[in-house]
């Protein structure tokens, strides 16, 4: 119990990288995302009905793929779709359960943010399903606001939009 209250909030040993999905930790990332939205969404989650993420979008130049790690050890991991010229949609946003409180989503998020920006994209959307209450904070809390739906995922319940 003593560990839990001295943990702090961020953790400054998260490391950010851009990796390919295929890479081992991505995958592990990726099938860790999918096996955990299956457990927590009403309807279970089945990445063939969701809108794609697929690894030829989420690799440079049409986007990037990064994983995040605690002490050399995967532990989140995020992706940069690009839809056209100047927007792009946050896709996978994801961290281990062992990870969260830890600033390791946040630091995911403001690494994607950052690439966007040198890559010239303005406007960053991305949804998720009214389960993930805590994406939804974060996402609030980093300057994304509320918007009408801008797709027709099946698994989302609230879409968002960030002008950087």
């Given at each position: ?6 943990r702090p909030?961020?953790d400054t040993?998260?490391e950010?990288n851009l990796e ?5 930790d991505?995958r592990?990332c990726?099938?860790a995302?999918?096996?955990e939205?299956a457990?927590?969404?009403?309807t279970?989650?089945?990445p063939a009905?969701?809108?794609p993420?697929?690894?030829e979008e ?5 986007g990037?793929?990064v ?7 995967p532990?989140g ?22 990870a969260?409180g ?6 995911v998020?403001?690494t994607?943010?950052a690439?966007?920006r040198?890559f010239g ?8 399903n009214?389960?993930l209450a805590?994406?939804?904070a ?10 009408e739906?801008f797709n ?7 879409w968002?939009?960030k002008?950087?």
């Amino acid at each position: 119990m003593r560990a839990e209250v001295d943990r702090p909030v961020r953790d400054t040993a998260v490391e950010v990288n851009l990796e390919a999905p295929t890479s081992a930790d991505g995958r592990w990332c990726l099938d860790a995302y999918f096996r955990e939205l299956a457990e927590r969404f009403e309807t279970g989650f089945d990445p063939a009905r969701s809108n794609p993420a697929r690894d030829e979008e989420i690799t440079p130049p049409a986007g990037f793929f990064v994983v995040a790690r605690l002490d050399g050890r995967p532990v989140g991991c995020g992706a940069l779709k690009r839809k056209d010229r100047t927007t792009a949609e946050i896709k996978r946003m994801w961290t281990d359960r062992s990870a969260r409180g830890r600033g390791v989503a946040r630091k995911v998020l403001e690494t994607l943010e950052a690439m966007a920006r040198e890559f010239g994209i303005t406007t960053l959307h991305l949804e998720t399903n009214r389960t993930l209450a805590e994406a939804q904070a974060l996402y609030r809390k980093s300057g994304y606001r509320e918007v009408e739906a801008f797709n027709d995922e099946p698994y989302a319940h609230h879409w968002f939009e960030k002008k950087l």
